[in-house]
């Protein structure tokens, strides 16, 4: 009879063939299944090591850990200055869009959201390299739009940063266009027009840019606009305007990558992504999307939005059934291989290549930008 305190012994049985044979015991069956597990984590891990090295290796200069990637490596999205730099959720309840501008007293860390919007876009402006560029804005933008007032703004926009990446114009009723999308899972693709998507044709446009506004419901408890789903997105012909009259970057040149990418001009030897780097739970010391490429310089155009202008056009062409107090937007990138969902104008929703199921309207990550700019309280 066994102890209590002996340790278990392996068993003793005889198989098929009458042989007996040793089962391990308990305590060698664990060690087995920890050993197991240890040496396949370790492998996972390893692996994982290994593949971060062959994506830096195209990311990361030699000898350097400078990244020069912003952006997932398939495919760019619109990217709009400053307003994919600040959340609403500090000043205000979330209102369930990616990004919300609101004009009212809000008040956090001692600014108003339309302060922080000036102050980001008058850095950035400030360290581009092309400073054609910036005394172009500065015309463009005179006055409110640049100083986030009366309801109006002003943007810079371009497309996430991806190493070696380089737009093909678009070719809207080729076979491989984003421009065919199913509208259901048994259908046959639809080939949607540029003009569908309230863009126009453009022989100089490596990449052209559209957005539809939509109206919004009014959460009077909270003081926020809140997106609507399914409801009509109109193209606008006032209130949206676009520097030099072009909704589109042209001549596009790829970004090749290299040591340091941005830099502070006034400091050229301190290092930008060390002084900027974000704490877990804490704001950032600085702003890395402040500074500006080195040797490379971003395409972008810039935009001035005036939510008067919007207000009124929308009201003539498609009165709501509320009182309106801010608007949102639907904006994309558009180039022969940029990943863009197309609007449906009888659904009123946007589907993407093969899916055959509309996207998520407010807040999916398949829509390239989507906010709320509130003009009213």
């Known amino acids: 009879m066994t102890e209590l305190n002996e340790p278990a012994r392996a068993k003793v049985y005889k198989n098929a063939q009458g042989i007996e044979v040793e089962q391990e015991s308990e305590?060698?069956?664990?060690?087995?299944?920890?050993?197991?597990?240890?040496?396949?984590?370790?492998?996972?891990?390893?692996?994982?090591?290994?593949?971060?090295?062959?994506?830096t290796g195209y990311t990361h200069s030699a000898g350097q850990k400078s990244p020069v990637s912003q952006a997932r490596l398939g495919t760019p999205r619109m990217t709009m200055f400053p307003l994919d730099q600040i959340r609403e959720i500090d000043w205000a309840p979330r209102s369930g869009v990616d990004n919300h501008l609101w004009y009212k007293s809000n008040v956090y860390d001692g600014k108003t959201m339309a302060a922080v919007f000036k102050e980001k876009l008058e850095q950035r402006l400030t360290n581009m390299n092309d400073q054609n560029f910036t005394t172009n804005v500065d015309t463009f933008c005179a006055g409110d739009y640049k100083d986030f007032k009366n309801g109006k703004a002003c943007f810079l926009v371009g497309v996430n940063t991806i190493v070696n990446w380089q737009p093909v114009k678009l070719v809207p009723d080729s076979k491989h266009s984003w421009f065919n999308a199913k509208l259901s899972s048994d259908a046959e693709k639809t080939s949607f027009t540029l003009a569908s998507q309230g863009l126009t044709d453009n022989a100089d446009a490596d990449?052209?840019?559209?957005?539809?506004?939509?109206?919004?419901?009014?959460?009077?408890?909270?003081?926020?606009?809140?997106?609507?789903?399914?409801?009509?997105?109109?193209v606008m012909t006032n209130g949206i305007d676009w520097m030099h009259n072009e909704n589109y970057l042209k001549s596009y040149t790829p970004f090749l990558g290299g040591v340091n990418p941005k830099t502070d001009e006034s400091a050229p030897t301190t290092d930008i992504y060390k002084e900027c780097v974000q704490p877990s739970y804490y704001s950032a010391k600085c702003n890395i999307n402040t500074y500006d490429?080195?040797?490379?310089?971003?395409?972008?155009?810039?935009?001035?939005?005036?939510?008067?202008?919007?207000?009124?056009?929308?009201?003539?062409?498609?009165?709501?059934?509320?009182?309106?107090?801010?608007?949102?937007?639907?904006?994309?990138?558009y180039a022969q291989n940029i990943v863009t969902p197309m609007y449906d104008s009888a659904s009123k929703l946007y589907f993407e290549g093969e899916n055959g199921s509309p996207i998520v309207q407010s807040g999916g990550k398949e829509l390239h930008q989507n906010f709320i700019i509130q003009h009213e309280e």
């Not at 891990?45 to 971060?52: E, K």
């Not at 809140?226 to 409801?231: E, F, L, N, V």
């Not at 810039?302 to 207000?311: E, F, G, K, L, T």
Request: aromatic share 18%; hydrophobic share 40%; with cysteine.
């Open 293 to 333: 490429y080195k040797t490379w310089t971003k395409p972008f155009t810039a935009v001035r939005i005036d939510m008067s202008a919007i207000h009124t056009e929308f009201q003539d062409t498609q009165a709501s059934s509320e009182v309106q107090h801010g608007y949102e937007f639907k904006c994309n990138a």
């Open 27 to 55: 305590q060698k069956k664990w060690a087995l299944r920890l050993g197991f597990y240890a040496v396949y984590y370790t492998f996972i891990y390893l692996l994982y090591l290994f593949s971060i090295s062959i994506i």
């Open 207 to 234: 990449i052209l840019f559209g957005c539809r506004v939509f109206d919004t419901n009014y959460d009077a408890a909270n003081s926020i606009s809140r997106p609507k789903q399914a409801t009509h997105g109109i």
